[in-house]
């Protein structure tokens, strides 16, 4: 089954709302398991559980059938994605402009490839979105 993932702010933004509505088309169009990914930034200190983030996300978009929610805990948000897309071997990644911006300023400074999405696609062999705002 194909694997949609999308990482997303707690509690959920604007931007995050409309990224997430893109995932949950792009599942629904593919007959594709959904997950719903947020990352507790350990030097911010908040503490998000999965019940938090399926509340914020059901109260949004109604209870979503094929989806799963994760939370990891973790130092830098882009490793952390990294990470996790990789582990769930991920068909799909879906991010926010916004993020693809953070990933381009992150890898700048890591790589001489600031092209966020050709980057993702090297290594993680999966098809990126990338949400401009409505």
Do not use: C
């Not at 007959?31 to 350990?42: K, Q, S």
């Not at 059938?65 to 994605?81: D, P, Q």
Request: net charge neutral; proline share 3%; glycine share 4%.
């Amino acid at each position: 089954m194909t694997l949609v993932v999308v990482p997303v702010r707690y509690p959920l933004t604007d931007h995050s709302k409309h990224t997430l509505a893109e995932a949950v088309d792009i599942a629904e169009e593919r007959d594709a398991a959904l997950t719903v990914f947020h990352v507790n930034v350990y030097q911010r200190g908040r503490n998000v559980t999965r019940p938090h983030l399926r509340r914020a996300v059901e109260a949004e978009f109604g209870r979503l059938s094929n989806a799963r929610f994760v939370v990891r805990e973790g130092f830098l948000v882009e490793e952390t994605i990294l990470d996790e897309v990789a582990a769930e071997d991920a068909d799909i990644v879906v991010i926010g402009h916004k993020q693809a911006s953070r990933w381009r300023r992150a890898f700048r400074r890591l790589t001489s490839d600031p092209d966020v999405e050709t980057y993702l696609r090297r290594k993680l062999d999966a098809e990126i979105v990338t949400v401009g705002t409505s």
